[in-house]
C-alpha cells in the first residue's frame, strides 16, 4: 500500500526554526504525517512565510508556491477545504481542487494527503490500527459541540466498511495538535455548558453513538 499522508498546517506554531514537522505517535508505519510551521515559505509580511490559505488577503501565487513546497514534502497532491466551523467531512479524493465546504476529510486510496489549516483551533489527525485509512479535522470550539470529530470517525468506518450495526467502528488513533487552549475552554465551559472531557482509550462506542472523551491540553 501506498503512503497516506496527512497535513496539518500549524499557523500556531510560531517559535519553531524547522519548516515541517510531524506527529509523535505510534501508528503503523505507512502513515506518514507533516506539520508545517510559519516557516520555509515564500509569502511576506505579515503572512510570512508558510501561508497556506487562500481566504485571508495573501498574494495568491505565493499561497500556490507554499501549497507546492508542501506536496513536494507529501510526493501527493493535497486536499485543502473551505472550513467553515461545521462537522461535514469529504472524501479527499472526490474534493480535491474543490475548495468544498467542510471541516474534515478522510483517504483510504494512498493517492492523496487530507489536510486541515489552523490558527487557534484545535488539528486532529486519525488512523485506524491497520493504517488503512487516515483523516483530519478543523476542530474550533463549535467544531467540537457540532461533532466533528465523532463524524469524522464515522466517515472513516462508512468508507472502510467497517460500520456495523449502526454503531461499530473501527479503532483508532488520534492526535491534536497546537490551539488556544484558554479562550477555548472559555467558549467550551461557560458559553456551552458542555464539560471537559477526559481521555478514554481505545474510542468508547455506544449504541447512542461515538463518544470522544478528551482534555485538550493532553491532546
Known amino acids: 500500500m501506498s503512503p497516506i499522508n496527512i497535513i496539518s498546517d500549524g499557523d500556531a506554531i510560531l517559535d519553531s526554526e524547522r519548516p515541517f514537522l510531524t506527529a509523535d505517535w505510534a501508528v503503523p ?8 510551521t510559519r516557516q520555509g515559505g515564500v509569502s511576506t509580511p505579515p503572512y510570512q512565510s508558510m501561508n497556506l490559505g487562500l481566504h485571508v488577503g495573501d498574494n495568491t501565487e505565493h499561497v500556490l508556491q507554499n501549497r507546492a513546497i508542501v506536496a513536494q514534502q507529501t510526493h501527493l497532491p493535497v486536499c ?5 466551523h461545521g462537522k461535514v467531512v469529504v472524501n ?14 478522510v483517504d483510504r486510496s494512498g493517492k492523496v494527503a ?27 470550539w463549535r467544531g467540537l459541540a457540532g461533532g466533528v470529530l465523532e463524524a469524522t470517525v464515522e466517515k472513516m468506518a462508512v468508507i472502510t466498511e467497517k460500520f456495523l450495526h449502526g454503531y461499530q467502528v473501527p479503532a483508532v488513533y488520534v492526535v491534536g495538535g497546537s490551539s488556544m487552549f484558554k479562550e477555548f475552554t472559555t467558549v ?10 477526559r481521555p478514554v482509550h481505545p474510542l468508547l462506542v455506544t449504541p447512542l453513538g461515538i463518544a470522544y472523551h478528551c482534555e485538550l491540553p493532553k491532546i
Do not use: R, W
Not at 188 to 197: A, H, I, N, S
Open 80 to 84: 485543502y477545504l473551505n472550513q467553515v
Open 29 to 36: 508505519k505507512q502513515i506518514k504525517t507533516l506539520i508545517t
Open 92 to 105: 479527499a479524493q472526490e474534493a480535491l481542487d474543490q475548495n468544498t465546504d467542510a471541516d474534515a476529510s
Open 188 to 197: 467550551f465551559e461557560k458559553k456551552l455548558k458542555l464539560p471537559v472531557y
Open 114 to 140: 487530507c489536510g486541515v489549516m489552523t490558527a487557534d483551533c484545535l488539528p486532529v489527525l486519525f488512523t485506524d490500527t491497520e493504517g488503512t485509512v487516515v483523516g483530519a479535522a478543523h476542530a474550533g
